[in-house]
């Protein structure tokens, strides 16, 4: 079992910035690669971007060049760091992680606002 908390998301005004932190305890050994996954108000559920232990990176078209995803693998945790931010990253963001025997987890979420 893997447990994921997500930390860092709240108001930021168009341009801005925020950091996102997702740690992971329980079986922390078998995670082979993390994600952030957001869902906007009435939208589906879409892929921000998705890491692996070698730190070998994709990103959504949506925040090409404007994200930062990043993996500490002492502390079993990722962050999302998000420059340039617009009032569309406004979003739920969920911490995502897959394991070695195929186990997929899920955060709870933390919210973005882009709002001025």
């Known amino acids: 079992q893997v447990q994921l908390v997500e930390s860092g998301g709240g108001l930021a005004q168009p341009g801005g910035s925020l950091r996102l932190s997702c740690a992971a305890s329980g079986s922390r050994s078998s995670i082979i690669d993390m994600a952030w996954y957001r869902q906007g108000p009435g939208k589906e559920r879409e892929s921000v971007a998705i890491i692996n232990r070698v730190s070998t990176a994709i990103y959504g078209d949506s925040v090409k060049g404007r994200f930062t995803i990043s993996i500490d693998n002492d502390k079993n945790t990722v962050y999302l760091q998000m420059n340039s931010l617009k009032p569309e990253d406004t979003a739920v963001y969920y911490c995502?992680?897959?394991?070695?025997?195929?186990?997929?987890?899920w955060g709870q979420g933390t919210q973005v606002t882009v709002s001025s």
């Open positions: 995502y992680a897959t394991t070695e025997l195929g186990g997929t987890y």
